[in-house]
């Protein structure tokens, strides 16, 4: 069975929601926090618990930094594990 075949449709709607706030941010650049959690929870429904939750996973995959209430896209795709690949 593969991965795909394995994941359930509440973990295939987690991975497109995070899916779409990488292409979100890479797109904007750099939001104001608050703003974001925001445009989230209005676009796609999310909670700003579970919003702040895919933010840090997109931060500890290297994909954004968020410092002084502002989340910014980093082009840089490293992390505190070294450098990683991906499409998004």
Do not use: C, H, N
């Not at 895919?54 to 980093?74: A, F, H, Q, S, T």
């Amino acid at each position: 069975m593969s991965i795909e075949e394995s994941l359930d449709k509440f973990q295939i709607m987690r991975r497109e929601r995070i899916k779409w706030v990488a292409e979100k941010l890479k797109e904007i650049k750099e939001v104001d926090l608050e703003v974001f959690l925001a445009l989230l929870s209005f676009e796609q429904g999310v909670r700003p618990k579970t919003g702040r939750e895919y933010l840090r996973d997109l931060e500890i995959l290297g994909k954004i930094e968020i410092k002084d209430g502002r989340i910014k896209w980093k082009d840089e795709q490293s992390t505190r594990y070294g450098k990683v690949s991906s499409d998004t």
